[in-house]
């Protein structure tokens, strides 16, 4: 009898506790965090329904209120100043209780999602490096970048909690986040001097349509949605699931933009790749409910000989057009920084702080950077001759020491030669004494092929080819 008293005892206790603490925050809300600087920000959590809720922000000593509704939501929009390095807090006051974040800054804030190379993290993987990164884990130190990774975690429904902790880079945090979202936010703070918070949510062998709510894949009927929970092995194969358990929950929390590096695991799909795209980005603009411009700047798969479908070329060829037709995009060509039998390649500055470059030219005041790789424009038949000329290439092109290869040219019979090349101002002449009467051109457009070609800025020049020839691997 005494122990039935005594656990009715601590049952009491504890409902009286859970009635005490009616407030509930998402996790992606806790001390620490990064609030997008001159912004209408949202902060939403759960509580009794009618629960009045008072929300006050010391940076400018206001206090905003609501009503918890009857779906125990509840939401409030508050302005947030110019970025500083100023610490502050946000306290939230519900009738039972009250909430003080700390240690808040105001500054820019970035959602870094998609596969294993945006995933993997500065200490690298198992028997595969990120260059350099020992040295720059412990440079890293830094209380005005900081970090939130989401806890990989899949749901066949939208979900409100995601796992994480908001954290300052330093020599402890930064070996695990990961690597090309490290690079690109290290550039950003250094050169914006403003605090930068990365919101990290990627899964390894991830597909888009696993990053795509149900309502996003609505004209891909063909995308079959699970109705069983997928295991951990085949999970980011599965349509929904990570938009379900990473995303929905910090959609709406206000962010500048999105990085993403993706694809890989896509190239099947290759030909309705941009309309996936499309239909993500389009979603993500109404889940975050952004007015204005929503950018997701991306990385190109890089050039690696072992893909499964060995359609890379013609995956990337799909990204370029992308960037080149979807407003609100911009892609970093990657053609120098793939391995050949290295999936997951070492080189992870180089997407990073290409991503960087993107956002400073195009989103904060840097417009004269040239940041632009140089990218097919047309083509022209002389005598036996093919002219293939390049937009974002006034200042010229280079190969910065490489022997000029990797392009083939190919007549009515459709048979690729090799091609002699060479530059010319800023175009490349192209002949072949297999091809008499050439009229079609491709670089570098096979699985794995090495970058020979750059922008005088150094950007390499992405496979491409003048033909629409599928069928001609």
């Known amino acids: 009898m005494r122990k039935i008293f005594f656990l009715s005892l601590v049952m009491f206790c504890c409902g009286l506790h859970a009635a005490k603490a009616s407030l509930v925050l998402p996790r992606v809300f806790t001390d620490g965090m990064v609030l997008q600087q001159k912004s209408e920000v949202k902060i939403w959590g759960k509580g009794s329904p009618k629960e009045k809720v008072i929300l006050q922000t010391s940076w400018n000593g206001k206090s905003y209120g609501t009503s918890v509704g009857v779906d125990s939501l509840w939401k409030i929009t508050v302005s947030t100043p110019e970025a500083s390095f100023t610490k502050y807090e946000v306290t939230l006051v519900g009738e039972r209780e009250k909430i003080v974040l700390k240690d808040v800054l105001i500054g820019e804030v970035w959602l870094c999602s998609g596969q294993s190379n945006m995933h993997m993290p500065m200490k690298g993987y198992f028997n595969q490096p990120v260059s350099g990164s020992l040295a720059d884990i412990v440079a890293s130190e830094n209380d005005y970048l900081r970090f939130f990774t989401v806890k990989q975690n899949s749901s066949l429904v939208p979900l409100f909690h995601c796992d994480g902790v908001w954290e300052n880079a330093s020599m402890e945090t930064t070996a695990d986040f990961s690597a090309t979202a490290y690079y690109f936010g290290r550039l950003l703070q250094k050169t914006l001097n403003v605090p930068v918070g990365l919101i990290h949510a990627s899964w390894g062998g991830s597909k888009i349509e696993a990053w795509m709510s149900k309502k996003a894949l609505a004209d891909f009927p063909e995308i079959r949605i699970p109705t069983e929970e997928p295991n951990r092995r085949v999970a980011p194969l599965r349509a929904t699931v990570m938009y379900n358990g990473m995303l929905h929950p910090i959609a709406g929390y206000t962010i500048k933009g999105v990085i993403w590096y993706q694809g890989e695991s896509s190239q099947r799909d290759y030909k309705k790749y941009p309309a996936l795209f499309k239909a993500m980005h389009q979603d993500w603009i109404e889940k975050w409910n ?141 002949s072949s004494p297999e091809v008499s009467h050439p009229i079609a051109v491709r670089y570098a457009f096979e699985n794995y092929a090495e970058s020979t070609l750059f922008g005088i800025n150094g950007q390499p020049v992405s496979s491409f080819r003048s033909d629409d020839w599928d069928d001609i691997p």
């Open 290 to 430: 952004v007015q204005t411009d929503f950018p997701i700047y991306f990385c190109q798969i890089t050039p690696y000989d072992h893909y499964t479908f060995k359609l890379a070329h013609f995956m990337r060829e799909a990204q370029l057009k992308i960037a080149q037709n979807q407003p609100n995009t911009a892609m970093a060509v990657l053609m120098d920084a793939g391995e050949k039998d290295i999936l997951h390649c070492a080189d992870k500055k180089t997407p990073g702080e290409r991503l960087a470059y993107i956002a400073l030219a195009n989103l904060y005041g840097f417009n004269t950077l040239s940041y632009r790789s140089p990218e097919f424009k047309s083509l022209n038949q002389i005598d036996e001759k093919l002219i293939v000329r390049f937009n974002y290439a006034k200042d010229g092109l280079n190969t910065f020491g490489r022997e000029l290869n990797n392009f083939k040219i190919a007549g009515e019979d459709r048979v690729f030669y090799p091609a002699k090349a060479e530059i010319v101002l800023n175009s490349v002449e192209l």
